[in-house]
Structure formats: structure tokens, C-alpha cells
């Protein structure tokens, strides 16, 4: 695969860590960054993952060969649209966004013949923003989830999934829906988990916490607002993982008001046996 | 300060990393291991982290200067009356374990007279087990909670400290009750969340987890036995500490409901607040 211009749509670190790994695969023979901040962009191009810049997101797009969109999940259907109109006949529209259902039903059937967007989500990040932190090998091993809708053109699916296998990742098909329901409970709930741990924490108990509740609230610290607009495109699956995960809550809570230590060996045994089935 | 002989009752994680931090800060003239099985403790003595062994409780603790028990919660208490009718007066007996005020409460009144139990819990550990995981500086820069009962003699409590210092923690006192309500929190509570939020995962779902689950879920492979004794000592903090928690999961589920980002903001906000203050 050998793309002429591709054009990454918002530098942070998945896109920064997209222009990395592209140009020391040399994946594409340029590679366009296009972000509101020339300061961002300055920056990701002294890092190595762009060859050049610009503000303009019309007519950074319209030079693509390929468009990845790593801009928050609220604001992917809309650019999307926006720009495919000015996109040549083959132009491939994708992005990494973490919710896909609603990005994925808001494009279809508003793009011009010849241009497709194909829904992609690389499972593969941090609670860290900003092209400082990204990576070349970010992807490396790393899944990315491609979830096309019923009218997406198969030649486009199949060249999106070579896109994300170029950058190293493995390739997955799901229906948006699926992957909605998934990551709910794979990546939104933790998300909200960690939260609320961290939100609960007593002030004066900081310094009694160990590297349990960091881990445990790591993600915490990742941005409110990307955060508060993945669980709002994606609220009704956040709310039945969340409905499942108090329904566990609640076995717990029941061992422990009874005293019941076979019960809870019995809650804790088989969660063991799903957390070292993972590994690290 | 200098002990005669160190006996390091349980030498797994913690007892192995007090073995190997008190070697290496030539702490005791003698570090004696004591456990159930003679292969555990020659891994250990292989490992650097005891000079001597020994398969007899009462025995090994009869020689202590310094006994500090790293058994499981629900035996600490038991072990230490056992063994200290045996000690020479001034002997100080402590231990590592995670919930105080249960273990403290039994002991309290049941010792000879000159022999002392001073509780205490270096925040410190993994979910990992065993001497092959013990590390030297397991303990730099963590701290011991020190949690003397109303009788504990001062002077005991004084040395307790100077033990936990000398291995490299600093030391903060609190009352066993204090101790376990701020732990159950800090500590018990993440590692249920963890273990309830592992326990859902559908098997078919392990491959859509990356490092947001994986980081939520790690503590969830701690040993069951462990954590069914620490939850069932410290049971009524932790249920408090569970409601605490399911009030703000509800904040969240309101929220969802409700469609609404600007809760959802201040809550993810107030969250990223309190762990970007906790650092790595």
C-alpha cells in the first residue's frame, strides 16, 4: 500500500502517533496535518509524524488520498460531511473515533459518488493528550475495529482495512451496533468506573492510596470533554453495561451484608480467572 | 537501629521484600524466615531475602528480637497470641496487613507482659505473589500505616516505627478503626470495583479490552483467599464504602438518563481533578 497524500485530521496522540508510524513505514509519500492550532501542528511536525500542515480542514482533505479523522467523536460525522463534497472520485474517509453507531448512520447516504467513509476504531491509547505523547509504535499488535455500514463499498473496507494493517494494527469487522455494545462495556464503563472511584476519593485520604486505586482510576484522568461526548453518542449501550455492572455490584454487597465468605471466594475466584485470562 | 534477629513470619511479596530491604540495609543481624512450606522458604533464602529458615512458628518467633507477620489477615491475630507467650519480654511483634482494627482488638490484652503487638499496613504490594516477586525497595518512599491500640505501650509503638522507617517508608499513626474506614475506601473498595467490573467481561469481548480495562481490572488477579479474609474483616467500612460508591455511579446513571453533558462534565471534571493530583 502506497497512499500519495494522507491527510490526518487532528494531531493529538492517536493522530500524531498515525503520522508516526506512516512515515517510518512510509506508508504515504506525504503526510498533511490539519488542526485548529498551528501551534499543535508545529509541534507534531517537529516530532516527526507530519510533513506538512495546514489550517484549513476543506482543503487539507480535498488533497487526500486518504483522510483519517481523530477529531473528537461529536464532531466526526460533521467534518466528514463537510469536506467529502470537495474530495476527488476514490477518496477514502476514515477515523478512530471510539463510538461508531452514530458517526457511522449520520454519514450514510450524504456523501458524494466515489467518496466513502468507512467507520474505524483503533483500540489503542492513553489517558494522555496532545502529539507529545505520541508513538510510532502504537499500533503494533494493537486491534483496530472497522465497522461498516450496510451501503459502505466493499473496495473501501477492504482499503481501509490494509490502512490500519499498514500502521500494524490486526483487523477486526463489526457492525457499528456491535462495536457500540462492546466497547460499552470494554472501554466506556471502565471509563466511568474510574471516575466515579476517583470522584469519591476524601481529600485527606490521598496519601493512603497505594497502587491499587491508581491503577484502578488510572483513566481517570483522561479529558472530560472527549469523554462526556463518547458517552453521550453512546448512552444506551453505557447504561446497560452500567445496569450489568451493578447487578455485580449488588451480588457482592449481598455476600458481604451476609457474611457469606463462599460467596464472595466464589465473585472474586472467577474474576481472577477472566483478569489473568487478559495477562497485562 | 540494629536487631538481633529479624523473624519474617510468611515470606511471600511482602515478607520477601522486608527480607531483602532488611539485608540490604544490613538491618538485623539475622533475617529468619518462617512459613509452611520448606521450598517457599528456600526460594526465598536462594533469593537473597532470609539467612535462615525455619518450619516451626513458635520456634522462629521465640528467637525474634523483631517478628513481624506477613500472613494472611484472618490468621495474624491467632498467630501472634500463639507465639508470643514464648517471647522474651521486649520482644516487639508487628505485621503487614491490610485491615487493622479486627486483628488489633484480638490481640489487645492477650500478650505476656513485656511483649507488644504494634499493628501496621505498608501500603505497598501488587497482585502478584510470592518471593520471586519480593523486591528491595518495595517499601522506599511508601508509607506504613502504624495503628496502636489505647494499651499499646509507647516506647513499642516508637520502635515499630523506627522498623518501618529503617526499611524505607515513612510512617503515619492512626487508629485501627480510622485506618480501616480510610482503607476500605482506598484500597478495598477499588479492588471489588475491579473484581465485579472483570467479572462481567463476556468471554467474546476479552479481544475488544485494551489498556483502559486492563489497567481498571489488574488488582482483580490478587489472590481470592487474601482479599475474601480482608473483606470479611473490614466488612462494614467496606459496604459504607460500596454505598459511597453506588451513590455517584447513580450521578452518573442520572446523568445518562437524562442526556445530559453539562453533569456529565462536572462529574468527569471534579474525577480528572482528583486523580491528576494523585500523579503516576
Redesign the interface.
Known amino acids: 500500500m502506497k497512499i500519495e497524500t494522507l491527510t490526518i485530521v487532528g494531531v493529538g496522540l492517536i493522530g500524531g502517533s498515525i503520522g508516526l508510524a506512516a512515515r517510518s513505514r512510509r506508508l504515504a509519500a506525504r503526510v498533511l496535518g490539519v488542526g485548529r492550532r498551528q501551534e499543535t501542528l508545529d509541534q507534531a511536525r517537529a516530532l516527526g509524524a507530519l510533513d506538512e500542515t495546514c489550517l484549513d480542514l476543506a482543503q487539507a482533505v480535498r488533497q487526500a488520498e486518504v483522510a483519517v479523522f481523530c477529531t473528537p467523536v461529536d464532531q466526526i460525522a460533521r467534518q466528514v460531511i463537510e469536506t467529502a463534497s470537495g474530495c476527488a472520485a476514490g477518496t477514502l474517509l476514515t477515523d478512530a473515533g471510539s463510538t461508531k453507531a452514530a458517526i457511522v448512520r449520520a454519514v450514510e447516504g450524504r456523501l458524494p459518488d466515489g467518496v466513502a467513509f468507512v467507520g474505524s476504531h483503533p483500540?489503542?491509547?492513553?489517558e494522555k493528550r496532545g502529539p507529545e505523547h505520541a508513538r510510532a509504535d502504537l499500533f503494533e499488535g494493537?486491534?483496530t475495529?472497522v465497522t461498516p455500514g450496510e451501503t459502505t463499498p466493499a473496495p473501501a473496507v477492504a482499503l481501509a482495512e490494509s490502512f490500519w494493517q499498514a500502521l500494524g494494527c490486526e483487523v477486526?469487522r463489526m457492525s457499528p451496533e456491535e462495536h457500540d455494545e462492546?466497547?460499552a462495556?470494554?472501554?466506556h464503563?471502565?471509563?466511568?468506573?474510574?471516575?466515579?472511584?476517583?470522584?469519591?476519593?476524601?481529600?485527606e485520604?490521598?496519601?493512603?492510596?497505594?497502587?491499587?486505586?491508581?491503577?484502578?482510576?488510572?483513566?481517570?484522568?483522561?479529558?472530560?470533554?472527549l469523554?462526556?461526548a463518547i458517552?453521550?453518542q453512546n448512552?444506551v449501550p453505557?447504561?446497560a453495561a452500567?445496569r450489568?455492572?451493578?447487578d455485580?455490584?449488588d451480588r457482592?454487597?449481598n455476600a458481604?451484608?451476609a457474611?457469606d465468605?463462599e460467596a464472595?471466594?466464589r465473585?472474586?475466584?472467577?474474576?481472577?480467572k477472566?483478569?489473568?485470562?487478559?495477562g497485562?
Request: no cysteine; aromatic share 6%.
Open positions: 483500540l489503542a491509547g492513553s494493537r486491534l475495529v477486526r462492546a466497547l462495556l470494554t472501554s464503563l471502565p471509563h466511568l468506573v474510574a471516575a466515579a472511584l476517583a470522584g469519591i476519593l476524601p481529600p485520604s490521598a496519601g493512603l492510596t497505594a497502587t491499587g486505586f491508581r491503577d484502578t482510576t488510572r483513566i481517570a484522568a483522561g479529558d472530560p470533554a469523554w462526556k458517552f453521550l448512552r453505557v447504561l452500567l450489568k455492572f451493578r455485580r455490584l457482592f454487597r458481604l451484608d457474611d465468605g464472595l471466594d465473585l472474586l475466584s472467577q474474576a481472577k477472566v483478569r489473568d485470562a487478559l497485562n
